[in-house]
């Protein structure tokens, strides 16, 4: 770090988190900025690097400290450790002034797509969020249900065409994603090529629907792209929550639903029996 801007990393970044939560405060070590002419910039900068959240300057450290809080009280909440992007998240959802996910920044000058969606994905969100989401759908009753996605043989886009290509068909697909689900469904990355998205208030009838909307789109969107003549093919697995199992259990059905589809048939949808 600068000698302009130590301080404020050793303040705001290195004492709240470096003991409580290594593995946040390393990745914020890697986010943080070093060129920003002012702290209040940096923190702007290192907010919207976080979790995509456009915040002004004025009032940049003002909601750092907000976040470092409410890490605190979700970690209380949920009684155990919690990312600084998932509650970076949380925060600003509960404000109602997120409207990007932290996947789709734009890459920093000099770094390629692949490096991107790596530094800024937290895998702890879709299961930080599944949680909350069961736990409103306990409180007011009304259905949840959820989507996990693959993309079909991948790794033939990523051999024949080049990474960059394969980057190019993630970016499509989360744009697509984005624009197709509402302003209170949840996505996130899963894993390289597969993606989890959250579906308040909405039954398994609604959900099946939307992932089929989402499949048609990916595969007619990805046959503009050249060399993807075919286009891009996802298969996807759908279910409705029951109160019955934990939220990790749900995820371990989602996945082996959709595991157990791509064996049989790919380029469909799936749901948990």
Known sequence: MKNNNQKEFVDYIQQ??????????????????KEQASAADRFSVLIQKLCGTAVFSKTAIRDW???????????????????????????????????????????????????????????????????????RSRRYRHALSAIMLDVDDFHKINDALSYKMGDKVITIIIKIIQKTIRNVDILSRYSGDRF???????????????????????????KRVEGLVQGVTLTLSVGQYS????????????????????RKNRDSVHTLL
């Open 243 to 262: 109160n019955e199992i934990s939220s990790t259990d749900f995820l371990k059905q989602m996945e082996n639903a959709l595991i157990e589809g791509k």
């Open 16 to 33: 709240p988190l470096e003991q409580s939560d290594p593995q946040s405060f390393n990745q914020l070590k890697g986010l943080f900025p």
């Open 196 to 222: 989890f998205v959250i579906l308040p208030n909405t039954n398994r009838r609604e959900a099946v629907e939307l992932a089929e909307r989402l499949k048609e789109k990916v595969k007619n969107r990805t």
């Open 65 to 135: 400290h907000h976040i470092l809080e409410h890490k605190t009280e979700m970690e209380k909440w949920l009684k155990r450790r919690v990312g600084i992007q998932a509650a970076a998240i949380d925060y600003f959802d509960q404000k109602g002034q997120r409207d990007t996910l932290p996947l789709f920044l734009a890459p920093e000058s000099g770094h390629g797509n692949e490096m991107w969606l790596k530094q800024v994905y937290s895998p702890e969100i879709h299961l930080e969020k599944l949680k909350e989401e069961i736990h």
